[in-house]
Nanobody
Framework: QVQLVESGGGLVPAGGSLRLSCAAS????????MAWFRQPPGKERDFVAA????????FYTDSVKGRFTISRDNAKNSLYLQMNSLKPEDTAVYFC??????????????????WGQGTQVTVSS
């Protein structure tokens, strides 16, 4: 059973930065496209960013382009999300997700069979 464990969330002021990590186990990490989704309180889970397994190409939702950077380290079985210039509207639970051999990496939550438990990010105004 694939395991994904997020970390790095917390409380930051607007304009601050956080780096989320997702440690993956029980999978051949290099063969999985990976993504970050987020779910604000009382709202649906939305796509944030994704990275292909095959060529490392990245994709972002418009609201985070230029502020967030997704990356992966296949040697460490880890996925990252560097979040800069954070805004209160970035407040959400952030989830990492994985899907085997999918390229381009999907932007729809239903396309990802494996999920972490989430990490809370709160941005104060």
């Amino acid at each position: 059973q694939v395991q994904l464990v997020e970390s790095g969330g917390g409380l930051v002021p607007a304009g601050g930065s956080l780096r989320l990590s997702c440690a993956a186990s029980r999978l051949t990490f290099s063969k999985y496209s990976m993504a970050w989704f987020r779910q604000p309180p009382g709202k649906e889970r939305d796509f944030v960013a994704a990275i292909n397994w095959s060529d490392g190409k990245t994709f972002y939702t418009d609201s985070v382009k230029g502020r967030f950077t997704i990356s992966r380290d296949n040697a460490k079985n880890s996925l990252y999300l560097q979040m800069n210039s954070l805004k209160p509207e970035d407040t959400a639970v952030y989830f990492c997700a994985s899907a085997t051999f999918r390229a381009p990496a999907p932007r729809v939550a239903l396309e990802y069979p494996y999920w972490g438990q989430g990490t809370q990010v709160t941005v104060s105004s």
